[in-house]
């Protein structure tokens, strides 16, 4: 079983930064690839970026691509996600989620019944 506790959310202007930070504990981080989702109110929740246990794939949605990076530190266990230039309309409670085997060649990264444990979230708040 693994733990998952995101930070790092906060209210921004639009145009600027922020950096979510999904923090492991119960097991080594290194075991799992992992992706980032949101859910805003009223919304279904979407895949926002997802990456390798070993870092070496990386996947966006079309939204996240050339804003948004994804990365790993498998030594101090967390998953990064950098956010720039952001929009009101990504404004969503972001969420971390973990898989231990994931298959690359197809979308399934992207669904959210792929992943096999979640953390709470952070609140992303972007105004105009």
């Known amino acids: 079983q693994v733990q998952l506790v995101e930070s790092g959310g906060g209210l921004v202007q639009a145009g600027g930064s922020l950096r979510l930070s999904c923090a492991a504990s119960?097991?080594?981080?290194?075991?799992?690839?992992m992706g980032w989702f949101r859910q805003a109110p009223g919304k279904e929740r979407e895949f926002v970026a997802a990456i390798s246990w070993s870092g070496g794939i990386t996947r966006y949605a079309d939204s996240a691509k050339g804003r948004f990076t994804i990365s790993r530190d498998n030594a101090k266990n967390t998953v990064l996600l950098q956010m720039n230039s952001l929009k009101p309309e990504d404004t969503a409670i972001y969420s971390c989620?973990?898989?231990?085997?994931?298959?690359?060649?197809?979308?399934?990264?992207?669904?959210?019944?792929?992943?096999?444990?979640w953390g709470q979230g952070t609140q992303v708040t972007v105004s105009s």
């Open positions: 989620a973990a898989k231990e085997e994931l298959t690359w060649s197809r979308n399934i990264y992207s669904d959210t019944s792929a992943y096999d444990y």
């Open positions: 119960g097991r080594t981080l290194s075991k799992y690839n």
